[in-house]
């Protein structure tokens, strides 16, 4: 681990002597663009990040949003792009453990997951082993800690054949006096390590994640990928909930594991640590250098009051986790000794915010229109139908409980999942449609925003905050440079144009391959977080809604301002909608379709603009300003759509047969 020339001048100049071996090793990982954001800081500043809502914002591992009286949520976006293709069960299973962590390190309890993941072409052999790794490694993670998965999106393109990309978001619940952050308080004060033994498993993780995967990644970059243990996570949950009472800060171990935790904290609390690597809890012997750099999962550091000691070892002790006093608080200086010496001795705001930003060169995107890839026809809406992206995901989501915790009132395989909180609904879409990004990264950037927003719509639900996993390639290339600034300058304005803030989230480039030669698509993923006073949303199925009932399209795309008060309009007089996106009018129209069916005529069947609704109830219900006028009806079964030239019918076996494409293969 080495250092680049002007990087090690840097650092020699500040400490006015040369980096010892370890501390350097401190500065590659802690200086890595998945750590320091060097490339993309000066890009996300455009970010939007304040609003009415807020209550702690983007810096912390995890935001913190309001949602009623009695009620905090705690929400964090991450990325385990790399470690899902070297291992795709352990890297989706690790990276599910991760963001849970670390709404766990703000007091918060973990109440939902949602994944977006991307894969290469279905067709693919490689893309399916990889697809099947990551569904069951997240399931797995997920369903034995208890927090239910309930909800995401499953995307294949040919850009991401040699980089999958696995993005996770998690919800947390806490009242706001619960809160814990992560600067420390108080010089004196005790540092204590709870949880998992550290070992040699993610060394190096968070430099592995800032650089292309090469052809032999899987077997070379193996020892990079931390291993779960989701029963210990659950004890660790539980343990972390109780010891909440005592402590006065905590930061999960991700990323740079715990010189990344402990430095980040001092500087965020403008203090210093000393912590003795002789104390941390081991699984296997190791140097210093290992001891500070393990990503072995499932740990914990807390900060903690020296009369409170006994008491937070104690908890520990009760949940069968191993617990160590590590070290104290002090008044400066993040110092490690190991075996009576001393082996880093550095400046803790240097060592974790003092990297300098790279504004690179950036070149315009070129810009095209999205293929328009189905025939108008009978079989092209079939074709439509069981397209991988468009057909049914039941055979992702019936692998996760979506169901644990009693909360889940809209379940997967709606445009947004709703979990009844308090007196209402908390409602939660993430997604992407990279392929828009790719054509058009600034107009694909802020689609990505306003589809999300118009998911939550659907359920009736008013956006309260977003976050975002940005996912692109090589930021040295120039093209990718461009796209990414682009695609992040639209999503930032579509933000500012419906009024809600980006709260936090996480950055990760290089996603490109040596095998393929190619960056994967610009994936601007997006998180979307709305509160609708009625936890008993609409769906999107016509079932139970009467023959004859009108259909009429909601169309926010010119305004997207109006989707708030589209999703009261929706609350208030839909008896069914549904959100069009990936596939057009035409999919929504037949994934609408169950014991009930509709008819609707339509000149442009498969445009996927988004900001657009499907809804059934009486026109006048709804504000004229977005309403575009009625295009049919429910009927008693079967889809009709009534083109310009033809008409296509498809009956519900068809439909049902065509979506179930997807399961059939796997």
């Given amino acids: 681990m080495k250092l680049s020339d002007d990087d090690h001048a840097l650092v020699e100049e500040r400490l006015g002597r040369p980096p010892n071996r370890v501390e350097e090793a401190l500065f590659v990982n802690l200086w890595s663009e998945h750590c320091a954001y060097r490339s993309s800081r000066p890009v996300i500043a455009d970010l939007p990040t304040e609003g009415e809502d807020v209550v702690i914002g983007p810096g912390d591992d995890a935001a913190v949003v309001g949602y009623d ?5 705690a929400v964090g976006m991450e990325s385990h792009n790399h470690p ?23 007091g918060a309890r973990p109440i939902a997951l949602l994944d977006t993941i991307y894969f290469g072409g279905f067709d693919r052999e ?25 909800g995401g999106q499953t995307y294949f393109d040919e850009s991401y054949n040699g980089n999958p990309l696995v993005n996770v978001v998690c919800v947390g619940l806490a009242s706001e006096d619960e809160l814990l952050t992560a600067d420390l308080k108080g010089e004196g004060n005790a540092l204590v390590l709870v949880g998992n033994a550290s070992g040699r498993d993610g060394l190096g993780g968070a430099s592995f994640a800032s650089e292309d995967l090469s052809e032999d990644a899987e077997s070379e970059d193996r020892p990079a990928v931390q291993v779960g243990d989701p029963y210990t996570e659950k004890l660790l949950i539980d343990a972390t909930l109780e010891i909440r009472e005592y402590a006065k800060a905590a930061r999960d171990l991700g990323a740079a594991g715990l010189a990344g935790a402990s430095s980040e904290m001092a500087a965020k609390g403008e203090r210093g640590v000393r912590l003795d690597l002789n104390d941390v809890h081991l699984r296997e012997p190791l140097n210093a250098l290992e001891i500070l750099l393990s990503e072995s999962q499932e740990r914990m550091l807390f900060e903690v009051e020296p009369d409170d000691i006994e008491t937070v070892l104690g908890i520990a002790d009760r949940y069968d986790l191993e617990a160590s006093l590590i070290g104290e608080v002090t008044d400066e200086g993040f110092v490690a000794q190991h075996e009576g010496e001393t082996v880093v001795d550095l400046p803790p705001g ?40 468009n057909a049914s995901k039941e055979w992702v989501y019936r692998q996760y409980d979506h169901e644990v915790g009693t909360r889940t009132v809209v379940k997967p395989g709606d445009d947004a999942s709703v979990l009844h909180i308090g007196d209402g609904g908390l409602a939660l879409s993430a997604g992407c449609d990279s392929e828009r990004v790719s054509a058009r990264p600034y107009e694909g950037g802020y689609e990505t925003v306003v589809e999300n927003v118009a998911n939550l719509a659907a359920k009736g639900a008013r956006p309260v905050a977003l976050v975002d996993c940005l996912n692109f390639g090589n930021p040295e290339r120039p093209e990718v440079y461009g796209e990414f600034a682009d695609a992040v300058r639209g999503m930032g304005d579509g933000a500012r144009d419906i009024g809600v803030p980006f709260v936090g989230g996480n950055v990760s480039l290089y996603n490109e391959s040596e095998e393929f030669g190619t960056a994967v698509n610009p994936t601007p993923s997006v998180g979307a977080l709305g509160v609708a006073d009625d936890p008993d949303s609409p769906r999107a199925t016509v079932d139970g809604v009467g023959v004859g009932t009108p259909l009429v399209v909601l169309d926010a795309t010119d305004e997207p301002s109006a989707l708030s008060r589209m999703a009261e309009d929706i609350a208030e007089g839909a008896e069914a909608a549904h959100d069009v996106s990936t596939g057009g009018v035409a999919v929504a129209l037949a994934e609408m379709v169950g014991e009930n069916g509709v008819r609707a005529e339509t000149d442009a069947p498969f445009d996927a603009q988004p900001g657009r609704v499907v809804v059934a109830g009486d026109p006048d219900s709804f504000d004229g300003t977005y309403e575009t006028g009625r295009i049919g009806e429910v009927t008693d079964g079967g889809l009709t759509v009534e083109l310009d030239d033809r008409t296509v019918e498809l009956s519900r076996d068809e439909i049902d047969e065509a979506r179930s494409a997807l399961e059939d293969a796997m």
């Fill in 69 to 73: 009286e009695d009620h905090v949520l």
């Fill in 84 to 106: 899902s293709y070297v291992d795709p069960y352990d890297g989706a299973a690790t990276g599910v453990g991760g963001i849970v962590r670390d709404i766990l390190s703000m």
């Fill in 126 to 150: 490689k893309a399916r082993y990889l697809f099947e790794g990551v569904v069951e490694g997240i399931g797995d993670y997920g369903n034995s800690i208890g927090v239910p998965t309930v």
């Fill in 350 to 389: 240097f060592l974790a915010d003092g990297a300098p930003t790279h504004d690179l060169e950036r070149k315009e995107p070129d810009e095209s229109e999205p293929p328009a890839p189905y025939e108008e026809t009978h079989d092209g809406l079939l074709d439509a139908l069981a397209d991988p992206n």
